[in-house]
């Protein structure tokens, strides 16, 4: 099968204890589809001035170190020996490819200690940012594709767990020769709550823009209500709701402000609290969250975009609002 695929939203999973990308993006036709690539992580390791001629020696002496845990063993698949450039100096360079990169800290780490070793670099890097970086398969870009379409049961049943089209397990992915644009499909979203502290009040009305769609859900005092406004009987109904409603319009990108550290984890808080189920996504599990002083948010096939972040990164140092509200701040930028 081959067909044109822009990759939106990437995430890695194992498989007997193999790491493999999984790439969510559309077709050139705006189907949402999957692709799953193989990637061998890798680090790298710098040898001393002095011990250049000591590299296969090194190779021999860490070849078959192992890191043993529950569900899995990795260990060093191969290396390769290259003359590189570090910090502005001609280095030689071991690249250390293992089998499942969440124990390249370890391997490392027990090859730390060899007399002829500098520097160790890369094993910390997260998987994602490696493989679009060794890879060159970069967000919002075009690509072919050429692949087999999985059945159900391949790779533990991806598939089967994905509300997509189709899943492909990628043989080759190249740039696409023409250059052509991407307009991702965008849907913001807002709340308001009757407490601003997570889990202590109850979420009152949730708001939705995007092309072709303004929609503010509530089932709070609906007397009079405009005709954008659906009135739902509770809570747990209007959760229940947005996130049908989400789903439907099938955004590449959910965008709020201060959504990682407000909105998204309270509207998974209330529909905890109202037991019903936050769907959102094409795994149907909803949001979870990194770890962090404001954790991020993260929906499968969908990529959350809390824009006060970038503001407070990036704009606010050349905005004259007093604050960062919503109100100042889209008042400052766009009237």
């Known amino acids: 099968m ?25 077709t050139e036709k705006g189907k949402k589809v999957c692709v799953v690539d193989s990637y061998e992580p890798n680090f790298w ?41 570090f910090l502005g100096n001609k280095v030689k360079a071991i690249q250390v490819f293992v089998t499942n990169h969440k124990d390249a800290h370890d391997i490392a780490s027990a090859i730390g ?20 970086k060794e890879n060159n398969v970069e967000p919002l870009n075009w690509y072919d594709v050429e692949g087999d379409v999985l059945d159900i049961q391949d790779f533990g049943g991806i598939v089967e767990a994905l509300d997509l ?24 979203y807002d709340i308001e709550s009757d407490n601003l502290e997570i ?8 708001s939705l823009y995007g092309e072709g769609i303004k929609k503010v859900l509530t089932w709070k005092k609906c007397e009079g209500k405009q005709d954008y406004v659906e009135c739902l009987k509770d809570e747990g109904t209007m959760l229940e ?9 099938d955004p590449d990108i959910l965008v709020g402000y201060f959504s990682d ?31 962090g002083r404001i954790p ?13 972040r970038f503001v407070d990164a990036v704009l606010s140092q050349y905005l004259q609002s007093e604050t960062l509200s919503l109100n100042e701040v889209a008042g400052e930028l766009i009237g």
């Open 2 to 26: 081959k067909f044109e695929f822009v990759p939106v939203d990437y995430n890695y999973f194992d498989f007997e204890g193999k790491n493999y990308i999984r790439l969510i993006g559309r």
């Open 45 to 85: 390791i710098i040898l001393k001035k002095g011990y250049e001629d000591k590299a296969k020696e090194v190779v021999k002496k860490i070849e078959k170190l192992q890191v043993k845990k529950a569900s899995r063993v990795t260990e060093i698949l191969r290396t390769k020996i290259l003359d590189k450039n």
């Open 113 to 132: 200690d060899l007399k002829e070793i500098e520097f160790r670099r890369e094993y910390d890097l997260p998987l994602i940012s490696k493989y679009i």
């Open 165 to 188: 089209e189709t899943c492909i397990a990628a043989n080759k992915i190249t740039p696409l020769k023409k250059k052509k644009n991407f307009e991702p499909r965008i849907l913001a």
């Open 199 to 206: 889990g202590k009040g109850d979420v009152l009305m949730i």
């Open 241 to 249: 709701r947005f996130s049908e409603l989400v789903n439907k319009y």
């Open 261 to 291: 550290g407000f909105d998204l984890p309270y509207l998974k808080t209330a529909s905890q609290k109202n037991k019903v189920k936050l769907s959102l996504g094409v795994d149907g599990k909803g949001p979870t969250f990194t770890r």
């Open 296 to 308: 991020s948010g993260k929906i499968a096939g969908i990529v959350h975009i809390d824009l006060f």
